[in-house]
């Protein structure tokens, strides 16, 4: 009965380079978010996805920044071009259904150099 | 502009008695509330929720007070145990800031249980 998994836990980027986070939902589990927690704040709301869709993106940053949930396989947020501002702890949650309780993985540490 | 805000940014307990953290928050939209839990560098652990069409839910050790005309909750955990040292997220959802799904957070309140 495993939880919300998040790979890789660490990630080392230089500026410029790309920076993929892997998250695998709760089994059964078919809504997933992501959010950033800078140092010392609270998560921010990046994007809700649904199998196959993008329900709301109004978190994330205009550009560099996407995500997808295909139809197998984990939903994935990539970083173009990374910058030291990305630096951040990554987490991604799931729900059994819409405006249900979230479950979140363990984090995805992104620090840029 | 801070939507959920929990102005506590540490609080110190003494095991066996009550804890009490607070949260308020301005956007009359958010209909859905929740709390978490967190240690460091793993992530958040969920504990409570509470509707808006409740004033009270209880769980345990944890209870969620929710006052809407106030736009305030609380989570009270009793009696307090060192192991529920923590830092605590509030949380909302129904408002503008993280959609009608993604989760609006306050900056957290680090609860230190002391022996």
């Known amino acids: 009965n495993a939880g919300v998994m998040q790979n890789p836990r660490h990630l080392v980027r230089r500026r410029g380079q790309e920076a993929r986070l892997r998250c695998s939902p709760m089994?059964?589990?078919?809504?997933v978010y992501w959010y950033r927690q800078l140092p010392e704040e609270g998560l921010k709301f990046m994007v809700y996805?649904?199998?196959?869709?993008?329900?709301?993106e109004s978190g994330m940053p205009k550009e560099r920044f996407s995500a997808e949930f295909p139809k197998e396989g984990p939903s994935i947020l990539r970083i173009q071009q990374v910058v030291r501002g990305d630096s951040a702890a990554y987490f991604c949650?799931?729900?059994?259904?819409?405006?249900?309780?979230?479950?979140f993985g363990p984090g995805t540490r992104l620090t840029v150099t | 502009d801070q939507q959920v805000k929990q102005n506590s940014p540490s609080l110190s307990v003494q095991e066996g008695r009550i804890s009490i953290l607070n949260c308020d928050y301005t956007?009359?939209?958010?209909?859905?509330f929740l709390w978490y839990k967190k240690y460091p560098a793993e992530g958040p652990t969920f504990l409570i929720s509470?509707?808006?069409?409740?004033d009270k839910n209880e769980d345990g050790r944890f209870t969620v007070f929710l006052n809407k005309s106030a736009k305030h909750l609380s989570l009270h955990i009793v009696p307090s145990q060192p192991g529920d040292s923590a830092v605590y997220f509030c949380?909302?959802?129904?408002?503008?800031?993280?959609?009608?799904?993604?989760?609006?957070f306050g900056k957290g309140t680090h609860l230190i249980i002391q022996p």
């Open positions: 996805l649904q199998k196959e869709n993008i329900i709301d």
């Open positions: 089994k059964g589990h078919s809504h």
């Open positions: 509470i509707s808006s069409i409740k």
């Open positions: 949650a799931s729900s059994l259904r819409d405006r249900g309780e979230q479950y």
């Open positions: 956007n009359s939209m958010f209909d859905y």
């Open positions: 949380a909302a959802s129904g408002g503008s800031g993280g959609g009608a799904d993604g989760l609006t």
